[in-house]
């Protein structure tokens, strides 16, 4: 007689949790997301106002292999025993740069294509530095502005190539499910200096402080503080440099649009305006058991597997009652700290003859750095400046845009809600303070006079609407306190059949990151319950039927 199909339900369609439901689906269940918005993509949550669209959250694509994996999915073929990194995926960077953006079960339902330069990086001086994976390009720009840093780059290359293959390419898809796994890797980790904070190892290698700049400020992408993050987080740079930095057209926000269309088309469900009240767990057998979820229109969904892509405090605190919750006390995701948070402003404006030459992605660092890293992580104020993030689409994809017209976000790190700042008050001000900064330092000239559009969002739109715990814009901090096993786990530790995927899992943030998550969750659940052959941190594992 044929089994019933197992279900699942995955809370959250933020790119992580729609990643995650392909692959169940994949796997054979029936799966159904549960979403509190009345659209996907969480983080990634497209804004539509006045002609323009705004991708609210990330912009980066990395790894677009990763991306071509998911739509390579059907249903019932759950492609866990697939390679990681495929042969055709690593090679030299030319050819790797120009021949995996987009592959050809991507290119059915998104287009996806390269940017160049990665970043414009801009220092407060005036002078920038393309950052991208030409490395003729890398070494004269190091020449023009930091020549005594020559020597330096050519070292820190293969410190980050070893922790690369390393960190990435062997232990990127390791879930670090107990402590005697994390204790098995250290050593190699310590010998290639990647439990060290970034910038330590970045200070032995440059000697300008506009290059120990350049090659750290990507932790910041993830929710990292460079001065904090173990130096395994070097491994951004190699894994940028290898697959380059990418883009959909029509914004992320069309990237998660087409995984929705593809889990749909694989026999998915996607039910949204559908907040979760509480994960539903029952006592079975000794053991607490997850049974589906409780939706706050009182309607209750039953499930085999409980999948959370909320918030991992949130999970937590807000949807487990604590008398299932022997581990995750509340003590102890309160002790945990949460990444910084941001304030990001979305504008539209006029074209104008003789604009500077900015790029679609763009850092424009401050006067200070290490202070205002400080400022923002540790002792939590707003300090007298800012770095940002500015984001410029419509130079890749005009569409984004009424006609004649740049759509536009730019990025601020700032404190998380522990700092009590009152956003309600100084959101404003704050907002019209960066705006007149782009102005008058230059970026974008008459700016104020040529905006069509303009809004923002604060730590509160991380707290109150995304329902991150403190308004963290990346779940918990990526300290060696919470790396690898020290980070929340996949596998929930207090409720049988609960699982997290996301940025507050392993691996951790970043688009790339939280499909991994997917993958490593997925991987957990097919272990458990004993479907097919799977593969385990990398290992074959015949699964008991």
């Not at 169940?24 to 949550?45: C, H, K, M, N, W």
């Not at 404006?349 to 030459?357: E, I």
């Not at 007298?384 to 740049?406: C, K, R, V």
Request: overall charge negative.
């Amino acid at each position: 007689m044929e089994q019933p199909r197992k279900s699942a339900i995955v809370i959250g369609a933020g790119i992580g949790g729609i990643a995650c439901a392909m692959r169940l689906q994949s796997l054979g269940f029936d799966t159904r997301i549960v979403e509190a918005l009345d659209a996907p993509g969480g983080r990634a949550y497209v804004r539509r106002a006045a002609g323009f669209t705004f991708d609210m959250g990330p912009t980066v694509l990395t790894v677009p292999h990763l991306i071509e994996e998911l739509f390579s999915l059907e249903q019932d073929q759950a492609m866990l025993g697939e390679p990681d990194f495929p042969a055709h995926v690593l090679g030299d960077d030319k050819r790797i740069l120009s021949g995996i953006s987009g592959g050809p079960n991507t290119s059915r339902y998104v287009e996806i294509v390269p940017i160049l330069p990665f970043y414009r990086i801009y220092f407060d001086d005036g002078t920038f530095f393309d950052y991208d994976a030409d490395p003729v390009r890398v070494r004269e720009q190091i020449a023009r502005l930091a020549p005594e840093d020559l020597q330096g780059y050519e070292d820190f290359h293969e410190a980050a190539r070893a922790i690369f293959n390393r960190g990435f390419l062997e232990l990127g898809y390791t879930y670090f499910g107990n402590v005697g796994q994390m204790l098995g890797v250290v050593p190699d980790l310590l010998k290639l200096g990647a439990v060290q904070p970034l910038f330590s190892l970045i200070k032995k290698y440059f000697k300008s402080d506009k290059m120990r700049q350049v090659f750290s400020f990507e932790p910041l992408l993830v929710g990292g503080n460079p001065m904090k993050v173990p130096a395994i987080y070097a491994m951004i740079h190699f894994v940028e440099k290898t697959w380059g930095i990418h883009f959909a057209r029509g914004g992320t926000g069309a990237l998660v649009s087409a995984m929705v269309r593809k889990f749909e088309d694989m026999g998915g469900t996607l039910q949204l305006s559908a907040g979760v009240a509480s994960i539903d767990v029952v006592k079975r057998g000794g053991k607490r058991v997850a049974t589906g979820v409780t939706l706050k229109s009182g309607e209750v969904l039953a499930a085999d597997v409980v999948v959370s892509n909320a918030d991992y405090a949130t999970t937590y605190m807000r949807l487990i009652d604590k008398a299932h919750r022997r581990i995750n006390r509340d003590a102890l995701v309160k002790f945990r700290k949460q990444s910084m948070s941001l304030m990001v402003i979305y504008f539209g404006y006029k074209k104008a003859d003789g604009d500077p030459d900015l790029q679609h992605h763009n850092i424009i660092l401050g006067p200070r750095y290490e202070e205002l890293l400080t400022d923002i992580f540790e002792r939590k104020i707003l300090g007298p400046d800012f770095s940002q993030y500015l984001h410029i689409p419509t130079l890749t994809d005009p569409s984004l845009a009424p006609e004649g017209h740049h759509a536009a976000y730019t990025l601020i790190p700032v404190p998380n809600n522990q700092s009590g700042l009152d956003w309600s008050k100084i959101g404003e001000g704050f907002k019209d303070v960066v705006l007149t900064f782009l102005e008058e330092r230059g970026y974008i000239p008459n700016l104020k006079e040529r905006l069509v559009y303009q809004s923002f969002v604060t730590p509160d739109y991380f707290e109150q609407t995304l329902g991150s715990y403190l308004g963290n814009g990346f779940g918990v901090e990526p300290v060696l306190t919470q790396t690898a096993y020290f980070r929340p786990h996949n596998r929930s530790e207090d409720v049988s059949n609960l699982y997290l995927v996301g940025q507050s899992t392993q691996p951790g943030g970043g688009t790339p990151s939280v499909m991994m998550s997917a993958k490593m969750t997925v991987r957990e659940i097919a272990r458990d319950f004993g479907i097919a052959s799977s593969v385990v941190n990398g290992v074959p594992e015949r699964a008991v039927a």
